[in-house]
């Protein structure tokens, strides 16, 4: 559907209604606008849109709309392996998830307490992370740029597997931690 939506874009520009980058997010605008109210998106990615449409009305050109169709089209279509450190990141803890495990990202304040995050995720394996550090542990573009440490109750080897399988730098540091690393 996004590539769609590019085609559109270009059609667009082609017929002479969308000439200018102002024209452009608003012809998108306008389409995606009637192209959700007419569900013309699978179910799946109808969050991602409402979002765009919020985003574009409320920032306007700013919203950069053509381009984050772009980059929602390219992170949904091209190979895990080529996408961003934080997409890696995600994919990898989405692929844990069937396996049973939870994920959790914790408040500063909660991370400090660890005794009381084991007791809490004591009976299940769980992936947990300081919200502060997964904030500043990547950059806009969604590159690592600092270690983000992770507390992991119950099995971490397989914690570390599934880490190792989607190539990301991950490091034990303690029985229960792991960190990746830029």
Known sequence: MIILTGCVAETAQQNGQALSPL???????????????????????AYDIEGLLTLGRNKGLA????????YLWNSCTGPVSVQSDLYQLTYAIEQLKPQG???????????????????EYSDTN???????????GFSDEGKLIAPIEFLVTDDLSSCMAVFQTHALPAVVLKPDRITIQP
């Open 63 to 70: 919203a950069s709309l053509l381009n984050r169709l772009e």
């Open 23 to 45: 024209s452009t997010h608003a012809f998108l605008l306008r389409w995606l606008t009637v192209a959700y109210k007419q569900k013309r998106f699978p179910r799946t990615i």
């Open 101 to 119: 495990w939870v994920k959790a990202v914790v408040s500063d304040g909660d991370w400090n307490n660890e005794a009381l995050l084991v007791q």
């Open 126 to 136: 769980a992936l947990l992370v300081k919200k502060s550090a997964l904030t500043h």
